[in-house]
């Protein structure tokens, strides 16, 4: 089984560890393939749960927190637009409906 798979378990409360240390390569691909997903926010629950012998490298850590934060800060952020374009569109007197993900905050 992958890393990647493994670590989505963990994350998910599933596994407790991961079945070996990953090298720093293949903490790469792990970041990598999180980020392709889009779940590097789910995984970060599973980074917090390996034990201390089974932890990323920090420089990879310090990117995949970043890249999370960045995510939330966007999310919130598209949150209040959608928020905006609906209010306005009501005031206007156009009924609207936003159908994805942000819209339905």
Known sequence: MSFFLELLQVSLGAREELSQEPTNVEWQQIFNEAQRQAVTGVLVNGLEKLPDHQRLPK??????????????????????RAQELTSLFLESVFKSCILRRVGLA
């Open 59 to 80: 420089e990879l850590l310090l990117q995949w927190i970043g890249l999370v934060q960045i995510n939330v800060t966007a999310y919130e952020l598209h949150c209040r």
